[in-house]
């Protein structure tokens, strides 16, 4: 899956586009992604995380190292 956040696990949500005469059509909001190469200290390598933008804030007031942990917890192989 391309739009989701490696931390956060933020997803696409789904909606109408609502016209002028209130016709509905699907659309959906997908969160802004952004892939962003950290320098791990410990296992001395960069990692390439696909991180929304408010999981780059999260990961800059954790830490690298917290960070990394978190999304292993969750599953995901890095």
């Given at each position: 899956?391309s739009?989701?956040?490696m931390l956060?696990g933020?997803?696409?949500g789904f909606g109408?586009h ?6 509905r ?11 962003k ?12 995380l ?6 780059i804030?999260?990961l ?5 190292e917290?960070a ?8 995901v192989?890095?």
């Amino acid at each position: 899956m391309s739009a989701h956040c490696m931390l956060t696990g933020a997803r696409p949500g789904f909606g109408n586009h609502v016209s002028h005469s209130h016709r509905r059509t699907s659309r959906r909001f997908d969160p802004n992604i952004q892939t962003k190469r950290y320098w791990l200290p410990g296992e001395r390598r960069h990692v390439r995380l696909r991180l929304s933008t408010k999981g780059i804030r999260t990961l800059d007031a954790i830490g690298v190292e917290a960070a990394v942990a978190r999304i292993r917890a969750r599953g995901v192989r890095i």
